[in-house]
Each structure stands twice: as C-alpha cells, then as structure tokens.
C-alpha cells in the first residue's frame, strides 16, 4: 500500500486528511450529542421506568461487542465507504425520531430499535476510520495526526453534553437530534470530498472464507507481538478494574460517601475533559522530547497513581473536591498522551492487511470486561463498603497495568519502529 507523499511536513497541508479530520469531528460531536440527548428523550418524553432505561443503557454499548467482527469487514473491503454510509444511515434513522414525535407516534420499542442501529453503525465506523487513517497519512505523521483526532474527540467529549444541554433550553429534545443528524450529514459530505483513490484490499487466502480465522489472526497478532501484548493486557485490566469497576460506583461514592452536592459531580467529571484536551495538545510535544517507552510507562505512571486520590479524598468538602478534580485532571492529561502515543505505535508496525483486525481487537479488549468490572464492583461494595472497595479496585486496576508494561520489551523502546508494509 503506498502512502501519500512524505513531502509534506504537516498535515495541514494535507487536504485529505483534512477532510476526514473533519468528519470525524463532525461525527464524533454527533455521537455524543445522541449519547445525552437519547435518555433525555427517554425519560422526559417516553417516561421510561429504571427498569427501561436500563434497557437503553445496555443497546446504547451493547453493539460493541462487535468490534471483532467489524474488523474483519474492515480488512476486507474499502473503507470510505463505510464512513460515508454509516454516518448517511445515522442521519436517517436520526431523523425518524423527530418524525415519530411530530407524528404522535414515538414509543420505547422505537427508541429501542433506533439505538441499537446507530450503536452498531457507530462502533462500524469507529474501526473503519481508525484503520483508514493510515492510508491517508504517511508514517512520520502518524503522530500528528492521531494527536489531532484525539484533540476534537476530547473537544467533543466536553462540549458535546453541554451544547445539547444549552440547545435543550430552546427545543424540545427529539428536536434536538435534527441538529445531530446534520452533523453526521455534514460528516459523510466531509468524507466524500477526500481524492485519494482507494483499492479494494486484496483478500487474505487462508482467512477470506472463515470470518472466525480471520478474527483469530487478528486477536492471535495482538497478543503474541512483544510491543503489542502488555498495552492489549494493560488496556484489559485497566477496563475490568477502572472503567468498570471504579466508575461504576464512582458517583455513589462522591455524594453518599463524600457528601459532595450532586450538582457538582459534574463540575468533577469536567475536570477529566479539560485534562484530556490539554493532554490532546500535549502529546505531539512530549513524543518528541521523550522516548517512546518512557512516553508509555511515564503517562501510566502518573495517571494511575493520581487515582489514588479518589480513596484518599477526606477532610473539608473543598479539599475533598480538590482531590477529585486533581485526580480527574492529572488522568485526563496523562490518558491522551498514552492514547496518542499507543495509536501510533499500533498503526506504525500493524501491517496493512491487518490494520482494522488489530484495532478491532484492541478495542475489545479495552471495552468488553468494563460490563463485568461494574458487576463486580457493586457486589464488592455491598460487601465491604464503598471505600475499601475502591482501595481495592484501584490498587489493582492502576498497578498491574503498570507492572505488565515497565516488565516488557516497550519500556525499553527508544523510538517509533520502522513502518510495516508501507
């Protein structure tokens, strides 16, 4: 697979992936955009019970279990294509929201259905517009690019809640998601305004036919790769133990056991996304000055240890705070370095055949055992009390992670390695 010219210094210069930077934004802020405004419509319009909102909880993330499979489809034929359509399908069944309510006709079921589909479009185009990246970019902008892309996914992240909020002021929240379908409109214009033409993949002989082959190859290459194994096992704790368990029972823990006001467990959680912008901005600076190992292990460092300060947070209600905020700033920052720094060092040495497989299959890892953490993490706590269990969660789940990668061959790695297949 040729890449695009390596003259270019910047990716400002580079009208392509300018264009799929945009889509991406565009798509990213519509996602989350959907992902407040879908409950809201669900309890202030469809006055869905605990039980029903449950429900749309579960088939907002339960399509992410296909990752795997998508990576696969991804492998296998172009993927402009897929960003295109899967951000035009969003648009549609979007629209049929505020049809259905205009129309007096919206129910749960419909709700229900319509979720679920832009759940699985979403996760769809999440692997294919990772694993088309580095067919737009050449490998020394790797990390230019992936910096960018994390910054408006962080922007989005923090704005997108609170622009759906202010619009929710105006319009009625199925209204709201008219504006949403644009966005995800405006992404697939984005989208089909790149030129660079682009083959169909030619199809791996031993694994076309068997689309279980060809998922094993994927998740066998991630773990037997000595670079790629500690951050696929360190991303697997991480989500048991952290995205899982710890945030599971984070919010009860803040205002039961704090005694913090529940309108400022917000403010908290805003601390993480101005963290993580500023770690966004960061990333590209600190690559340079650092090694690539140190970059990895150092970012973990910091981060994990930071959340130390969420079972440590005692004493006045604004020292409590404090230690929160501290806590969801430091990891914010520290967790958009390492991102941008293991997206690169993924994309660089993952060959091209296998670019959407091994991003699929990372992202399995890091998002399919959160569901099991959060289970463990309530029983633990009816168990033993919120606090002891959160000593325990996060002594684990910042730890570990941090063992499996100082121990490996990436604590040791100077420099980015030479390309795969370029």
Same mark, same amino acid.
Request: hydrophobic letters at 55%; proline letters at 6%.
């Given at each position: 697979?040729?890449?695009?010219?390596?003259?270019?210094?910047?990716?400002?210069?580079?009208?392509?992936?300018?264009?799929?930077?945009?889509?991406? #934004?565009?798509?990213?802020?519509?996602?989350?955009? %959907?992902?407040?405004?879908?409950?809201?419509?669900?309890? %202030?319009?469809?006055?869905?019970?605990?039980?029903?909102?449950?429900? $749309?909880?579960?088939?907002?993330?339960?399509?992410?279990?296909?990752?795997?499979?998508?990576?696969?489809?991804?492998?296998?034929?172009?993927?402009?294509?897929?960003?295109?359509?899967?951000?035009?399908?969003?648009? $549609?069944?979007?629209?049929?929201?505020?049809?259905?309510?205009?129309?007096?006709?919206?129910?749960?079921?419909?709700?229900?259905?319509?979720?679920?589909?832009?759940?699985?479009?979403?996760?769809?185009?999440?692997?294919?517009?990772?694993?088309?990246?580095?067919?737009?970019?050449?490998?020394?902008?790797?990390?230019?690019?992936? #910096?960018?892309?994390?910054?408006?996914?962080?922007?989005?992240? %923090?704005?997108?809640?609170?622009?759906?909020?202010?619009?929710?002021?105006?319009?009625?929240?199925?209204?709201?998601? $008219?504006?949403?379908?644009?966005?995800?409109?405006?992404?697939?214009?984005?989208?089909?305004?790149?030129?660079?033409?682009?083959?169909?993949?030619?199809?791996?002989?031993?694994?076309?036919?068997?689309?279980?082959?060809?998922?094993?190859?994927?998740?066998?290459?991630?773990?037997?790769?000595?670079?790629?194994?500690?951050?696929?096992?360190?991303?697997?704790?991480?989500?048991?133990?952290?995205?899982?368990?710890?945030?599971?029972?984070?919010?009860?823990?803040?205002?039961?056991?704090?005694?913090?006001?529940?309108?400022?467990?917000?403010?908290?959680?805003?601390?993480?996304?101005?963290?993580?912008?500023?770690?966004?901005?960061?990333?590209?600076?600190?690559?340079?000055?650092?090694?690539?190992?140190?970059?990895?292990?150092?970012?973990?460092?910091?981060?994990?240890?930071?959340?130390?300060?969420?079972?440590?947070?005692?004493?006045?209600?604004?020292?409590?705070?404090?230690?929160?905020?501290?806590?969801?700033?430091? #990891?914010?920052? %520290?967790?958009?370095?390492?991102?941008?720094?293991?997206?690169?060092?993924?994309?660089?040495?993952?060959?091209?055949?296998?670019?959407?497989?091994?991003?699929?299959?990372?992202?399995?890892?890091?998002?399919?055992?959160?569901?099991?953490?959060?289970?463990?993490?309530?029983?633990?706590?009816?168990?033993?009390?919120?606090?002891?269990?959160?000593?325990?969660?996060?002594?684990?789940?910042?730890?570990?992670?941090?063992?499996?990668?100082?121990?490996?061959?990436?604590?040791?790695?100077?420099?980015?390695?030479?390309?795969?297949?370029?």
């Amino acid at each position: 697979m040729a890449s695009p010219t390596s003259e270019q210094s910047t990716l400002w210069r580079n009208a392509d992936f300018l264009r799929l930077w945009a889509g991406q #934004s565009l798509s990213q802020l519509g996602s989350y955009v %959907t992902y407040f405004a879908i409950p809201v419509i669900a309890v %202030t319009v469809l006055n869905a019970s605990e039980e029903e909102m449950g429900v $749309v909880g579960f088939l907002l993330r339960a399509p992410m279990v296909l990752f795997l499979l998508f990576g696969v489809l991804a492998d296998r034929v172009r993927k402009r294509p897929i960003l295109i359509w899967t951000d035009v399908a969003r648009f $549609v069944l979007l629209m049929l929201i505020p049809i259905a309510w205009f129309a007096d006709m919206l129910t749960l079921v419909w709700l229900y259905v319509v979720i679920f589909l832009i759940g699985l479009l979403g996760t769809m185009f999440q692997v294919a517009y990772r694993s088309y990246f580095p067919f737009l970019v050449p490998p020394e902008n790797f990390l230019e690019g992936n #910096s960018k892309l994390q910054l408006t996914e962080s922007l989005a992240n %923090t704005l997108g809640p609170g622009v759906a909020a202010a619009l929710l002021k105006v319009i009625a929240a199925p209204v709201l998601l $008219v504006v949403d379908a644009v966005s995800y409109l405006a992404s697939a214009i984005a989208v089909a305004l790149i030129k660079r033409p682009e083959s169909r993949p030619e199809a791996d002989d031993t694994t076309a036919r068997q689309i279980h082959k060809a998922i094993w190859e994927g998740v066998l290459w991630v773990m037997k790769h000595p670079l790629i194994r500690p951050l696929a096992i360190s991303s697997a704790v991480f989500s048991l133990f952290i995205l899982g368990a710890m945030n599971s029972i984070y919010a009860l823990y803040v205002i039961r056991e704090l005694g913090v006001p529940a309108a400022w467990f917000g403010g908290i959680l805003a601390g993480g996304g101005v963290g993580a912008i500023l770690g966004a901005l960061l990333a590209v600076r600190v690559m340079k000055r650092y090694s690539v190992g140190g970059v990895l292990v150092w970012s973990m460092v910091y981060g994990n240890v930071a959340l130390f300060l969420i079972p440590l947070a005692t004493g006045e209600i604004w020292l409590k705070v404090g230690m929160l905020v501290a806590a969801q700033v430091v #990891s914010g920052v %520290t967790a958009q370095v390492f991102f941008v720094t293991n997206t690169t060092l993924v994309q660089t040495i993952t060959p091209p055949q296998l670019q959407g497989r091994v991003v699929a299959s990372i992202y399995s890892l890091g998002l399919i055992p959160a569901p099991l953490g959060a289970l463990g993490a309530g029983l633990l706590a009816g168990a033993v009390g919120i606090r002891p269990a959160l000593w325990v969660i996060i002594t684990i789940g910042a730890l570990v992670p941090i063992a499996a990668m100082a121990w490996s061959p990436l604590a040791k790695l100077k420099q980015m390695p030479e390309p795969a297949g370029q």
